[in-house]
């Protein structure tokens, strides 16, 4: 059913149940999951990196290719698409046919050199800052690369890396204050690479072997999620993504409440209270592991963050050390996504009572670190699995997303 203004009357009336002869008023409340499919269409931009350390994933048919192709064409004949637009981007954008089949056809080194532009270095922060510059509310822009930086020869590569990444924390800060919506999701992919590597100096090797090569997706969060929904990153074919690094700005407001189940021990909702508030709590002595552990549901439909990192309990802050924390996927539970488990920790008897925070940070990418090469010069330092200077990348786009350092923050009592 199309989502539209009847459809809202009908969620925001109200149902008056009768009890004990005075009438509660209860509002059903929606995820955005519910309703993610009535979000407008997306003008889809897409940008290839057509520099000169791009030729060797072109070079015949190669993993590159085939995940851009799968990717592409999966988001251009869905029903999140209204445009695609397609572009070489170096010192200049070069837009191209719209026909993605034709797009890839084509992809090989002579075209990236036929197409002009500065091909020798790469400033990845004027890259993205031309980007951002022609995006809009209502598109996604998304940025292939291999997101090598290029300082070139005489230049010192440590400040130059420095400055790259205040560049793109600049970039990213001027547009959130535009747009606070705006989130950016990162897909790390590998691909066969035969051609020319440049290093930091741009001293050129001919390598054969497997290469990192990553897309950069930016756009409102909802559109991100719906992108994330429609075409999830396990469809991408070549190698598949290896990591994933979401980031949005912003304390999200998420649907929450205590479950009854699974529990150790003894509590009941408080009737005042019983989404956020538990009263009678008991421990269960008898119980070999944890003496307690309540569970409790939440929304997580509408952050931009990859499952995986939402089910890592070290993401996760609580406000008392006295419970360790763990959390489930829920499946086909209508109203939460997720399923956080807390228990006291055995070395405890006692159990505290009172409020409690549950905050899921927001952290750097924590697999940055090992797919960054700070060092490229000669042979042996090119290896299959890093890329020069990429951790300067996405520390830039952290640091201007960090304003909030929470994704969400759930306030609980234990009565």
Known sequence: ?????????????????????????????????????????????????????MDGYVKGVTEFEQSVYSFLSDIKISEICAEMNLYYINTRKFKQPADV??????????????????????????????????????????????????????????????NQQIGIKNHFAYKLRQNPDLGVMIYHLSSRFEGKYYDRRNVAYNINQQRPFYMMIVGDSHHLNTLSDNIPKEKIRGSGVLNTYHLSKGVATVQYGFMVSPKIGRYDPDPSAPLTSIINTRIDRRNPDTKFMMSIGVDCSSILIDNEY????????????????????????????????????????????????????????????????????????????????????????????????????LNVNIR
């Open 101 to 162: 089949e034709d797009f890839i056809r084509r992809l090989e080194p002579d075209t990236f050199r036929a197409k002009g532009g500065n091909r020798t270095t790469t400033d990845l922060s004027n890259i993205i800052g031309d980007i951002l510059d022609s995006h809009g509310r209502d598109t996604v822009s998304i940025l292939i690369s291999d997101f090598v930086f290029s300082p070139g020869s005489g230049v010192n590569a440590d400040e130059y890396l420095l």
């Open 1 to 53: 059913m199309k989502f539209n203004s009847l459809l809202i009357l009908a969620l925001m009336s109200l149902l008056f149940v009768s009890c004990g002869g005075a009438p509660q008023v209860q509002v059903r409340q929606i995820s955005v999951s519910e309703n993610r499919d009535t979000i407008a269409k997306c003008v889809y931009n897409i940008y290839v990196e057509n520099s000169g350390s």
């Open 310 to 409: 939402l089910m890592n309990p070290t993401n996760y802050e609580l406000s008392n050390k006295s419970f360790t924390i763990a959390v489930d996927k829920l499946n086909n539970n209508p109203k939460y996504t997720h399923l956080i488990k807390m228990s006291l920790n055995p070395q405890w008897n006692n159990l505290y009572k009172g409020p409690l925070s549950i905050q899921l940070l927001k952290r750097k990418c924590e697999w940055s670190e090992s797919v960054t090469n700070t060092d490229d010069e000669g042979i042996d330092k090119i290896t299959t699995d890093k890329t020069y200077g990429f951790k300067y990348l996405v520390d830039g786009l952290y640091d201007a997303f960090s304003a909030d350092t929470t994704y969400m923050k």
